[in-house]
C-alpha cells in the first residue's frame, strides 16, 4: 500500500501532533503533507525524521509567526496536493486536512480532533474573544467563516470513513456533517509518568495560555482562596491577563520542559481543567500521575475523568466556567479527597496507552482496506 498522511499545519507539539507522531509509527514509510511546516528542529524528533511536503503557503510573507491569517486560502492549499499515486490517504484534521482531493479508487480515512470549531458551534465565542465580532473587520472574519463552513460540509463527502477522537467529537461530526465516526481515543504516554502517591500543598494548571482553555478563571479563582496555593505553568497569548487574575499565592511559571511539568503533575494534590476540550490529554497524564483533576464538567472530561459518582472516582467535576463555579469544585473536592485514589487515577489513564491506539488504528485502516478492496472487485466485476 501506498500511504500519504495529511496534518492541517506543523508548528508546535500538541495534542495533534501526540496523534500525528503514532499515525507515522504505524506507517512509517507514509509520504507526509502539511499546509505549512515550521516546527523548531528541537521538537521535530516526533517526525522519525521524515520531512514534509508543504503548500505555498509555506512561502508567502510572514507566514511564520501569521499563518493563521491565511485561513481563508488554506481550502485552496490544501487542495493543491497531488496524492493521485497513493491507495491510501490518512488525514490528521482539526481545519482542513480532510479537504484533500482523492479519488474513487483511493481509500481516504480522516482522523478527527474536531471539526473547525471556531467556524462552528464555537463561532460568536471566537469572535468575542479575538475582538473580531464588530466592525468591519468582524464582517469579513464572519464572511470568511462562513465560507469555510460551506466548504467544509462539502469536503466531508470526500471522506470514506471518518475516526473521532471522543464520543463528544462524534456527536459534533454529526452535527456537522451528518456522518457517523469511529471512537478512537488519542495516545497517553503514561510509562513517560510514574505513579506518585504522596501530593504536596498544591494544585496544578499546565495549559497553553490560550482564550478557551479558561486559564485566567482559575487564577481568579485561587485569587480569592488566598489560603491555597497554584501553580500554573504554559505560555502563550492570554499570559498578561492571567498574571493581572493571580494573586500572591498563584505562581506563574510560563513555559516549561515536559521533565518539569511530569514533576509538577507529579507532587500537586490535583489539576485543574477549566477548558472544554474535545479530549485533552493533559488530565490523563495527570491521572497516570495517581494526580486527581477537577474539571469543568462538559466535552470529553466526562469521558476520560470518573467523576465523585463512580465507585472509584478520579475526581470532581465544576458545572460552569465561571471563577465562583471553579472554587465550588475546589471545596468539593478537599471534602471527598479521601475517595479519590492515586491508584484508581492511574488505572484510569492505563486505558488510553499509546499501545492501544497504535492497535485499534491499525486494525480499523486494514478492515477498512478490505472492505474498500472488496467493493472495487464487485464493481469491476459488475462491469
Known amino acids: 500500500m501506498r500511504v500519504a498522511i495529511i496534518h492541517d499545519w506543523l508548528t508546535e507539539y500538541a495534542g495533534a501532533e501526540r496523534v500525528l507522531e503514532q499515525i507515522l509509527s504505524c506507517y512509517p514509510q507514509a509520504d507526509l503533507y502539511s499546509v505549512v511546516d515550521f516546527m523548531p528542529a528541537e521538537k521535530r524528533e516526533f517526525l522519525q525524521g521524515k520531512p514534509s511536503h508543504t503548500s505555498f503557503i509555506q512561502r508567502l510573507p510572514f507566514a511564520r509567526t501569521r499563518f493563521r491569517k491565511y485561513l481563508a486560502l488554506m481550502p485552496l492549499a490544501v487542495e493543491q496536493f497531488d496524492l493521485s499515486s497513493y491507495e ?89 456533517y451528518r456522518r457517523k465516526a469511529t471512537v478512537i481515543y488519542p495516545p497517553v504516554d503514561i510509562l513517560k509518568f510514574s505513579l506518585h502517591e504522596n501530593k504536596d500543598d498544591f494544585y496544578l494548571a499546565a495549559s497553553r495560555l490560550v482564550p478557551y482553555k479558561k486559564m485566567h478563571l482559575i487564577a481568579e479563582a485561587f485569587a480569592a482562596m488566598p489560603e491555597r496555593r497554584l501553580i500554573i505553568i504554559g505560555d502563550g497569548p492570554e499570559m498578561q491577563k492571567v498574571k493581572k487574575n493571580s494573586g500572591a499565592n498563584v505562581t506563574v511559571m510560563g513555559y516549561q520542559p515536559c521533565d518539569v511539568i511530569c514533576d509538577y503533575m507529579q507532587r500537586a494534590k490535583a489539576y485543574i481543567l477549566a477548558a472544554e476540550e474535545d479530549f485533552g490529554i493533559a488530565p490523563l497524564e495527570a491521572q497516570a500521575c495517581g494526580t486527581p483533576v477537577i474539571a469543568f464538567g462538559k466535552g470529553a472530561a466526562l469521558e476520560t475523568i470518573r467523576g465523585l459518582d463512580d465507585e472509584h472516582p478520579t475526581g470532581v467535576f465544576f458545572l460552569e ?49 478490505r472492505q474498500f478492496q472488496l467493493s472495487l472487485k464487485k464493481t469491476h466485476q459488475t462491469k
Open 321 to 369: 466556567q465561571t471563577a465562583q463555579s471553579i472554587q465550588t469544585g475546589i471545596t468539593r473536592f478537599e471534602l471527598e479527597s479521601a475517595r479519590i485514589l492515586p491508584a484508581a487515577c492511574r488505572e484510569n489513564a492505563s486505558r488510553f496507552a499509546s499501545a492501544i491506539f497504535g492497535t485499534k488504528f491499525r486494525e480499523l485502516v486494514h478492515a477498512k482496506w
Open 88 to 176: 491510501i490517504v490518512l488525514s490528521s484534521n482539526h481545519a482542513v486536512a480532510k479537504g484533500v482531493i482523492t479519488g474513487p479508487d483511493q481509500l481516504h480515512i480522516c482522523y478527527v480532533h474536531s471539526p473547525i470549531r471556531y467556524a462552528w458551534d464555537l463561532q460568536h465565542q471566537y469572535l468575542a474573544e479575538t475582538g473580531l465580532n464588530q466592525g468591519i473587520k468582524g464582517w469579513i472574519a464572519r464572511l470568511i467563516l462562513h465560507y469555510m463552513r460551506i466548504w467544509d460540509v462539502r469536503t466531508a463527502n470526500n471522506v470514506d470513513h471518518f475516526i473521532s477522537n471522543s464520543h463528544f467529537i462524534a456527536r459534533r461530526i454529526w452535527k456537522t
